[in-house]
């Protein structure tokens, strides 16, 4: 069975995918307090980084980072909602699936600091 969405094309097909994507934006920021955490601290990062006397490729690599963190966090956000609509029961893979979601937006933000901290100390 194929998704009704699948045979959009085009311009209609990129504004719908639009859509879904502020969608999504949404759902996470009313639903999620670390995305809300982390969203915030993208809004203070990133200004900061323009503003510091750092060279375009340290800044890129500064905004780059707080992006991921957000993109990871929209991920893990996205298994832990699957996960909680496919069963509420606590089960040992559902757990794995939420832990390793959880570690993969640890990984981020270790990132994004060593990022920081090295373009900031070079």
Do not use: C
Not at 11 to 16: A, C, Q, S, V
Not at 75 to 98: G, Y
């Amino acid at each position: 069975m194929q998704s009704p969405y699948k045979g959009k094309t085009g311009l209609t097909r990129l504004w719908n995918a639009l859509g879904y994507s502020m969608e999504g934006f949404r759902a996470a920021y009313q639903n999620e307090d670390a995305f809300r955490m982390e969203l915030l601290a993208a809004a203070l990062a990133i200004p900061l980084a323009l503003w510091l006397p750092v060279g375009h490729i340290g800044k890129a690599l500064m905004i780059g980072s707080i992006l991921l963190v957000l993109l990871v966090e929209l991920i893990n956000s996205a298994i832990e909602a699957t996960v909680d609509r496919i069963s509420l029961e606590d089960h040992d893979l559902a757990k794995r699936a939420k832990d390793i979601g959880s570690a993969a937006v640890l990984v981020s933000l270790i990132n994004a600091a060593a990022i920081w901290v090295l373009v900031l100390t070079a």
